[in-house]
């Protein structure tokens, strides 16, 4: 019994070195994710994180800390209420939504980085990458595959996934971005965080990419609105969702 219990602290006390590291490392890269998890533990924001094309795993796992981080430092100001107990006893799982096999084929528009096979990196070093970097992976839901396959109400149902806090899409082609953003109209909720990290590609403009992936999804769904949140470096973009009143 000692034993298990020296070799569960050591990994915890790995995990939390490493997620020091990854927090001072790469959340300093993702100032958006960290302004995000901000603002939804602020604001006792319920709901999952998602994020679609995941690569490596960086962003994700600076995610991870993030929210970790300033979950804790809300903790510590005593606040309590019963609305504040129910958010802090449901904690967000963190999906990651990949092909794991790089950008898809087609007659896609494409910037010169954007060749089929991609940003490709295998679930088996994307989940070590999780480990190395001091996440646990049984906080985490791995959804592997296009989005034509896996973006559908089977994966809602088997996953028990109603609502999304904060959402990464990192999807850089305009056609694998439409269905992310169907797939999300039910899950969004006032609050929510969706972040683009393609926003300004294709030289900035609004009819390409996920700018116009965007555009459509909000025309096909006037209840929502999009308040610009945070900009992060040459082409990130945050955007808060504001859920607007039905005449």
């Known amino acids: 019994m000692l034993r298990n219990f020296i070799i569960t602290r050591a990994i915890r006390l790995l995990r939390e070195r490493a997620g020091r590291f990854v ?3 790469y959340v300093g890269q993702h100032g958006c994710l960290n302004a995000a998890m901000s603002f939804v533990t602020w604001n006792q924001i319920e709901g999952d994180y998602l994020e679609f094309g995941v690569y490596k795993g960086h962003s994700f796992a600076a995610a991870y800390h993030a ?28 999906f990651a939504f990949d092909s794991f096999e790089g950008l898809p084929g087609g007659a896609f528009e494409r910037q010169v980085d954007y060749h089929e096979g991609a940003y490709q990196c ?9 480990e190395k970097f001091g996440l646990n992976l ?32 990192d999807c850089d082609l305009y056609e694998s971005t439409v269905p992310v953003l169907d797939f ?29 992936a965007c555009r459509e999804w909000l025309a096909k769904n006037p209840q929502l609105e999009l308040i610009e949140y945070w900009r992060e470096g040459p082409q990130a973009v945050s955007f808060l969702v504001n859920m607007k009143s039905r005449p």
């Open 67 to 94: 929210l970790r981080y300033n979950r804790k430092n809300y903790a510590r100001l005593g606040y309590d209420s019963p609305e504040y107990r129910h958010w802090k006893e449901n904690p967000p799982r963190f």
């Open 122 to 130: 295998p679930q088996d070093r994307f989940k070590d990458n999780l």
């Open 138 to 169: 049984k906080d985490v839901v791995v959804i592997p595959g296009f989005y034509d396959k896996t973006l559908n109400e089977e994966t809602k149902t088997r996953h028990s996934l109603r609502k999304a806090a904060v959402v990464m899409i």
């Open 23 to 25: 927090f001072a490392k």
């Open 184 to 212: 999300l109209t039910d899950l969004v909720g006032q609050g929510t965080i969706l972040i683009f990290d393609d926003w300004f590609r294709f030289r900035g403009s609004p009819e390409h990419g996920e700018q116009r």
